[in-house]
Each structure stands twice: as C-alpha cells, then as structure tokens.
C-alpha cells in the first residue's frame, strides 16, 4: 500500500474554475510535506513545502493546506488556466531521511475550454 | 537562474549493455538525488550524494551504481541493462541536506532511457 495516496486520480475543469486536491499519507515521522507539478516527460517543479508546524502556505493561485493530526493535506488552484494540465503530486519527506521522498500517486489535472 | 542538467536527454540501448547518465546540479548545491519514474508510475528513489559521499539508497539495483564528483556532478552506471530499465530517470539538487531539514529539491529534465 502506497504510504502517499491522491484522490482523485484525475480531474477534467473548465478554465477560471477552482479545484482542489487532496492528499493522504501514514509515512512516519514526518518531516515536511510538499506539492509538485509535473509536465509530461519533464521533472517535477516545487510549488509548495510545509513543515509539520505549518497549516497553510500559498503560492500565487496555489493554496496548500495541512492537517498533521489527520494526516492530510490538500493544493487548491484558483482561476484555473490551461497551462496548468498537468500531474500534481504529493509528495513527504521522512524525518532524519536525509531529505529522501516519498511520492504521492498523483492527480492528472486536464484544464480545458 | 540556472537549473538542473541531466545528459543525455535520451537514449536507446539494448538489453545487456551499459549506460551512463550524468547530472550537473544547480550551482552551489551539494546534493545530489536519482529518481526512477516507470511509465505512469511515481518517481522511485534511487540513491542520494552529499559532498561526494552516498547519503542514502532506495531501490536501485545491484547492476546500477552512481558516484559524486569533486565537482558535485554526479553520474549514474548502469549495466546488464533489461527492458524493465526503460524509465525517465530524474535526478534533482538540493542545497546541504542536512538531517531532515526539508530542503527543496531541485528536479532536472530527466533522461529518457528506452532499453529494446
């Protein structure tokens, strides 16, 4: 069972909606938790990190929040554009583990007209 | 600003044969990670270096191995090369990683490897 599981699996909007994302994980200890998009083919791109203390962090039209008591954490994107079809991913990293990833599966977002 | 470089872009190769990919990171960081990323799978992690020195192993291979350099470049071996090797395989940079300090990794472009 994948410690980092996304839901949904995929998501079709229409562009200038909103949308969020959400993300469950058990990995433990936990360290901080963050989000990447990630092109077709391409590396992933940090949108946003939080730390176990941190309940909210933004970035533009991206909005990240936080529970470490329940373990979940959500990216919501507002004013969708197309340019953001793309995989969003979860993604932990473990305390004292030397910044090693864990990765969320993945959502497929796809923005269209 | 300068970014992750990861050579070649891609490659084809053949079962049984060698490849080596290289990966320069941003200037100034001093860790190094190697992902794996299957075809519509998670990135896996591969192994990390800091300061030329392994700081942590995933799950890599017996038939791959990687190494760091003075220059902070670091290249990943890979040999007896099966089609289950065909992936993207990513490599990222972070500044000094410290323990659980929560760095931000810095991804390249990946290298295509397609293994007939």
């Known amino acids: 069972k994948n410690q980092v599981e996304q839901s949904p699996q995929s998501l079709i909007i229409l562009e200038g909606k909103n949308c969020t994302l959400q993300?469950?994980?058990?990995?433990?200890?936990?360290?901080?938790l963050r989000w990447y998009k990630q092109d077709t083919g391409r590396g992933p791109v940090s949108l946003t990190i939080?730390?176990?203390?941190?309940n909210t962090k933004s970035n533009g039209r991206y909005t990240a929040t936080l529970d470490a008591d329940t373990k979940q954490s959500s990216l919501h994107i507002t004013a969708s554009q197309l340019s953001d079809s793309a995989s969003y991913i979860c993604?932990?990293?473990?305390?004292?583990?030397?910044?090693?990833?864990?990765f969320g599966t993945g959502t497929q977002l796809k923005v269209e007209l | 600003a300068a970014g992750v470089i990861q050579s070649p872009r891609h490659l084809i190769k053949e079962k049984r044969e060698t490849a080596t990919l290289k990966c320069y990171p941003i200037?100034?960081?001093?860790?190094v990670y190697w992902y794996q990323q299957g075809p519509g799978q998670d990135p896996q992690f591969l192994i990390s270096?800091?300061?030329?020195?392994?700081?942590d192993k995933g799950s890599i291979p017996d038939r791959f191995s990687a190494q760091q350099f003075s220059d902070y470049h670091s290249e990943l071996n890979m040999s007896s090369l099966e089609l289950g090797d065909s992936a993207l395989y990513f490599c990222?940079?972070?500044?000094?990683?410290?323990?659980?300090?929560?760095?931000?990794?810095?991804f390249g472009p990946g290298t295509r490897l397609l293994v007939l």
């Open positions: 993604v932990v990293s473990l305390t004292g583990g030397g910044n090693k990833l864990t």
């Open positions: 200037p100034r960081h001093d860790t």
């Open positions: 939080m730390t176990f203390s941190e």
């Open positions: 270096f800091y300061e030329k020195m392994q700081s």
């Open positions: 993300c469950n994980y058990t990995v433990s200890p936990f360290s901080n």
């Open positions: 990222a940079s972070s500044p000094t990683v410290g323990a659980g300090t929560g760095e931000t990794q810095y």
